[in-house]
């Protein structure tokens, strides 16, 4: 099979989530790293909806823990 740069595209996504803690309350400081790889592009929806979602979902999932993302494009 012929190599095609498109072939290979792939998106990822890498979100920061971080906790400064509240020792009064016994919760401890902690930072995560969450990547997802998008094999062939770019995720349906509007423009950084995807991101946006990702975010909230994340901020619920981690109770109080800020988030931020880091968007990159990968050819392999």
Known sequence: MKYSKEMNYKKKFKFYVYFS?????GLNPFYEEVEITLQH????????????WMIQSLSE?????????VESDLFE
Do not use: C, L
């Not at 803690?21 to 309350?25: D, S, T, V, Y």
């Not at 592009?41 to 946006?52: C, H, V």
């Open 21 to 25: 803690g509240e020792p009064g309350a």
């Open 61 to 69: 999932w981690y109770d109080g823990a800020g988030v931020s993302t």
């Open 41 to 52: 592009g770019e995720p349906e929806g509007q423009d950084k909806e995807f991101e946006g």
